[in-house]
């Protein structure tokens, strides 16, 4: 039976007049949202889902979710939030904001589990409850034991929300063949039990440890926890003003043209991390900040923030802005521990004392490094159509900034140190117009900051992990009038990192906008070199390859071995040239339709002459993976007599740049392909086929080369693939 979502009560009419900034499809997501709680048995092992992405408002989505809920049966609401005091005292705080004229009313009590009394009245509980409380084992502990002791309150209708869910949620680990619940998943749980009448709603813009589970788990050998799977699931409002992962990985961001999406990416040399850990006079010198090539990408990061900043106070004042609303951040986030955070709060200061004194000596080389960042920002702040400053209004803006402390270090690397630097909206408190912010792991999830436009990002994990690097990510967010003057910095390996988790995150998104994870296929290579489904439970997500419509894979970073001598490749691509030239003809009309037999047998004579020489550089490209995704982009099509073959296409005499050009933030050139011409070829034939382009290149030294000819192959996949996420390793 359908029950009628009570909409014109006191609570949700009051909230929706108190914010009539929220959009209406804020609203009618907490709408949706109320009605699915009060239509769907969210169980233990089945609650809703609220899904957002990473800073795009999913806070003020399930706070409106309450507000309707306490106007349609539910008098009590458990908020949990992440194991953090800052987060924890964000989350009470905005509560406190939101239902503040409740309060005042006596309608609502909001607690703190920590410091709630331990008895209620019966006149304390006449009103709607609301609990915030940490994913903690005290703090769970103290929310079970005052369900347990208050009969009255257990028995009400209970609305359970599990801010920023992840696997701390519904973690579990295996020895042998027991399986064990973490404790905190085992507490969740528990509390569950002790409340009569419960909904559940999780809140997450990572949800891979949420929807990648198995369908029920036997914890120490009895059926008593099952993993959390959605019983529904709400996508939180993304408006066109968000900045996310599309912006900074899509496909503008790869764009050979100048977008304003691909020069947000600024590629920082792998080495200056190290320099950037811990002192070592071999390579970095304090006294020469200002000029050592060892730092060169982070200098550049703080000019250019500096410069943009200006730039956006300039227009900001002549648009008649407010002083607190022009006031910027930027953030190093490359290490965890607290050394390097030391280490690199002596490196920022040192640079910017060097430029105070090289502003007092009239030194050309602040002018140079703002001319040079000013030039670049101006290229994004034409392509968006922005005013551009002049330059000597630029600079002088820069010196005042500079001789008048305008800006201000701040290193942020514990919970105490963050919840302290919290303002009354939970963002860090920007102090001044210009803040540099140094941390690690405690500026996460959750914790904002506001006009963000410089990110130097550096964090190299032995295995990356898509929920962990999501939240990272706080360049994400409402961001879209500021982009024109940020910037990204970190590391070819880490950016190729993130584009490919956002492929996955975008492609899991979609299938649950149609009908849940089903809409994707997961595949991995068996022992036998087939491919066969494999269990969503079971992929690593760092090691997963997404495959989609018109998706392309190439090797990117390489170079070359010589023409002839030692490891010479003028053989082999003369073998090359005869396997082409008996298949097609070059730069052909049209793709010819081979086996899959023969494109892998040039793909394999290709492999060996393109050399990864470092690979912290550039990562080494997955041939394995290449050929497993071929061989599944071939067996696709829908008439069985055509699957096994693929479009192939070659062309002769290019002359591709190996390394990108001086005015690009990339190092290596990414697109030895073109849409005019290799993109139309794909999208005309290869429509249940996939296509490989055989690109045979001069390889001459004066575009980067060593003067040997060589094929660079690019595999694109058919416009009728099924998203499909491959993976190259799974879990036992």
Known sequence: MVKEVKKKGHFYTSFKDANPSFSADTYRCAEDTVASLLTTATSSDRPGMLLGKVQSGKTRTFISVLALAFDNGFDVAIVLSKNSKALIQQTYKRLRTDFGMFVDEGDVDIHDIMTAPKAFGKFELDAKLIFVAKKQDDNLRRLIELFQTHAEMAKKQVLIIDDEADSASVGYSKKGEITAANKIAAQISQL????????????????????????????????????????????????????????????????????????????????????????????????????????DGFRTAIVTFIVGGVIQMISGKAAGKKKKSLRYSFLLHSEAAKEAHDWQEKVTHALLDQMKAAVQAQDAVVRNLVRRSYDDLARSLKLDGKVIPAFNDVFNAVVQAISDDYVTVVKVNSEENVADMLDDTGQLRLRSPLNIFLGGQVLDRGVTLANLTGFYYGRRPARFQQDTVLQHSRMYGYRRDDLCVTRFYTSLPIRLAMQKMEEFDSSLRSAIETDGDSAVQFIRKAANGAIVPCSPNKILVSTTQTLRPLKRILPIGFQTGYRTGKGGIGKAVLSIDQLVEGITSFDADQPVLVSLGDAQAILRKIEPTLLFEDPADAPPFDWEAAHSALVHLSAQHPIESKRGKVWLWAATGRNSKRLAGETSHAKYIETPDSEKTEGQLAKKYAIDNPIVFLLRQEGSADRGWRDAAFYWPVIRAQVNAPTAIFATEVID
């Open 192 to 295: 569950r039990t002790v409340i009569s009448k419960s909904s559940f709603l999780q809140v997450t813009a990572t949800p891979y440890s949420l929807y990648l589970q198995p369908a029920e788990v036997v914890v120490d050998n009895i059926l008593e926890f099952k993993p959390l799977r959605p019983a529904f699931t709400k996508l939180v409002p993304v408006p066109k003003e968000y900045v996310g992962g599309d912006t900074y990985f899509g496909e503008k961001s790869r764009s050979a043209d100048d977008t304003v999406e691909s020069l947000l990416h600024y590629r920082v040399d792998h080495r200056e991390f190290d320099r950037l850990k811990r002192p070592d006079a071999r390579s970095l010198r304090l006294e020469s900040a200002l000029t050592s090539k060892s730092i």
